[in-house]
């Protein structure tokens, strides 16, 4: 075919020299007219034809759609009162409130935000960048899965190496107070990934009993972003018709829950407490029971139709009873919306009991205690603390082979002006670290954990020098000088 086309187009140019010859009468040059129009069809066609066999012989490219990489973040929760949110939103930051201030990511496998059941509690990203400001020598050091990676300052800027892409948790701790955290990228293979994380509604959060004291099982904290505490229905029974109810400030389709069932701060007291087996869910108008299975972790059910509104009810259906306590708990929620869409809600009434407590502790010793981040250095290591006004608390232990962290609940048992009486409950999280150099030439390293329930009365005393001492039957802490 390639033959054909070039002997057509010698030809063709060959009789053009002939058409204009000036010897020619005018019949002939008609001839060759009529002649050079058929044969500059067939030269037309010769193209054509060979236009589809180039065709035939390199197929098109297929257009490339470039689809962006999505990073799923299950939950957020921070230890300061300012949202997470501002890592994600534009003109918006997170801030420290004081040195053991941070914020923790947890992530979920982005493909799987449709599909219902057990959720798969881990993401991967290769790399990720952080920008912060703050005082001189700013910095923040990032947590994967519980060990350090190291330390981003925020006078460097740029992305960060995640050593080992599937990632559980990421925790980011300041080195300051008023840190500012004002972006939060996560890259894989080189390329941005777009984040998808819950949306804040306004609204409130009620329930038809909470088990006493109630300032530790709120509903309110179906939301916090955190598994190790939840809400505990108050009835004598197994709670069956306890219900909570959410009005949100704006109108909502609702397809379906993300639900941590039961108590999922230790195994010991997912199994000793209740945890629910049918969930009834309500906008009012329209209703569905839902199934929730009875096991730990985080699972993704959805309604067979949306209901939609400002206000909900989620009413315990049917349960499986504690093994030694009939309370049902509920750990946490996600509100699942059109378009893949997850809603947490925030109530305001949290940040008013944390301000009713303030004001309630202030001119006794825990006015001292309360919010402050106290360090201390040991002989081996160092000893932190912190009680939060939220009815939280952690303690950290760092010993040469001994890592312990004490975290939970606190509330007030007694309080004058120159003492008090609080009672912590939790868990203890022991990681015992083993160096052995007989066993091989180059010895090794080996970790034992062991996470137990734990629950302490601690004393706070102010002596006739104003020293303050925090001595319990288990624990003794140090209170450094004002």
Known sequence: ??????????????????????????????????LIIVLILLFIQSCKEKKEIESKATPPQEKQIQVMDQVLIGRMNTT?????????????????????????????????????????????????????RGKESASVQVFKDGKSLGVIFCSEPGKFLIPTPTTHSLFLQPNQKDLEITSLKFFRKGGEMKVIYPEALQGQISASSTRKPEESYPPSQLFDGSIDFGWVEGAEDDGIGEWVSIELDQEIQLTGLE?????????????????????????????????IADKQGGQRVFLTKPLSGKSFRFTIESVRTGSKWKDTVISELILLGEGKKRFWVNDPSVSQRESNLRKKIKNSPLENLVNRAFKNELDLGRLDYIFRSNGSFVIWYDEEETKRVYDGNWVIKKLDSDSAEIFLFGRDH????????????????????????????????TDSEGKISLKGEKLNLPFPPM
């Open 430 to 461: 022991k990681v015992i670290e083993f160096i052995s150099r007989e066993e091989s030439t180059y010895g090794e390293n080996r970790e034992e954990v062991n996470t137990l329930m734990f629950r302490d009365n601690l004393k706070i005393e």
């Open 80 to 132: 300061s009162s300012t949202s997470p949110l501002g890592l994600f939103e534009p003109e918006r930051f997170w801030k420290s409130e004081n040195e053991l201030d941070g914020i923790t990511l947890f992530f979920n496998r982005s493909e799987e935000i449709m599909n219902p059941g057990k959720i798969t509690e881990t993401e991967e990203f290769d790399e990720i960048s952080l920008e912060c």
């Open 259 to 291: 639900i941590f069932n039961g108590y999922q701060r230790l195994n010991e007291l997912f199994q000793k407490n209740g945890a629910l087996t049918g969930l009834t869910v309500s906008d009012g108008k329209d209703s569905e029971t839902l199934k």
């Open 1 to 34: 075919m390639k033959k054909l086309f070039d002997f057509k187009k010698r030809f063709l140019n060959d009789f053009l020299k002939e058409l204009f010859n000036p010897g020619e009468n005018l019949v002939n040059t008609v001839r060759k007219l009529t």
